[in-house]
């Protein structure tokens, strides 16, 4: 039995270039947003995409994880500041997501930054929204302590 299951849908009327969709979070917890490849590949004047989507998810699970690592290190952080970019890039002729960039900064009481760098790698393996993309899309991490 699956710890969760969460769902989203989208609605698309149109071809790929004119078309527009609206997506939908299973929860409500984010309002219906408007998704066009202009906004996917151009400017996205405030409409949403794939791959930012996917973006906020690395983001949020990787420092959900790696707060859980600094506690178990017996070092909560005071405070994490996590980024994520997702890179839509052209190969070979076709759209591909090529990488994952995560940049962390973090308050952390009584860690060295040596420390802090190790336990922000370990947590990047165990993240699972690392690990559904690994083998597929490389994965850059920095970390600095503040």
């Keep these: ?15 790929l270039l004119k078309g527009h969709g609206r ?9 219906e947003q ?9 400017t996205p004047d405030g409409q949403t995409s794939p791959e930012e989507l996917i973006a906020a998810a690395h983001a949020i699970c990787y420092a959900m994880a790696f707060s859980h690592a600094l506690a178990q290190n017996g070092t909560p952080p005071e405070r994490l500041e996590v ?5 839509l890039d052209r190969v070979e002729g076709a759209l591909r997501i090529t990488t994952m960039r995560l940049q962390v900064q973090g308050r952390v009481p009584g860690l060295e930054a040596s420390r802090f760098a190790d336990l922000a790698r370990q947590a990047e393996q165990r993240c699972p929204v690392s690990n559904a993309l690994r083998g597929n899309v490389a994965i ?3 970390a600095t302590l503040v």
């Design 83 to 87: 980024e994520a970019v997702c890179v």
């Design 23 to 31: 997506v939908r979070v299973g929860s409500g917890a984010i309002p």
């Design 1 to 15: 039995m699956p710890v969760a299951e969460r769902r989203a849908s989208v609605v698309w009327e149109g071809d």
């Design 140 to 142: 850059e991490l920095s």
């Design 34 to 42: 408007t998704v066009t490849f202009r906004a996917r590949t151009e």
